[in-house]
């Protein structure tokens, strides 16, 4: 899920999960269609896979968090 937050896009938790890995680090540039993080939920691993092209200007979670639905996961600015 990404949301605008005063010109960056926010990429948030659609669900409850393990955070297993982060892929970038910041000052990251990703793609659309990057992998920014890897969670597993239910023993199903998910790429949270971003949908706007930008450099990842924050990181809000470690290998081995477990995150909410909504919970902030990476910061990006366009």
């Known amino acids: 899920m990404a949301r605008n ?8 938790a659609e ?3 393990n ?4 892929e970038v680090a910041e000052g990251d540039t990703v793609e659309v269609g990057g992998t ?6 239910m023993k199903m691993e998910i790429p949270v896979i971003v ?3 930008g450099t ?4 809000k979670v ?14 990006l600015t366009p």
């Open 19 to 22: 955070v297993m890995t982060v």
């Open 62 to 75: 470690s290998p081995g968090d477990v995150v909410q639905e909504g919970d902030v996961l990476v910061v």
């Open 36 to 41: 920014v993080v890897l969670l597993e939920s």
């Open 5 to 12: 937050r005063g010109g960056d896009v926010v990429i948030a």
């Open 51 to 53: 949908e706007v092209a």
């Open 56 to 59: 990842v200007s924050a990181i």
């Open 15 to 17: 669900m409850v999960a």
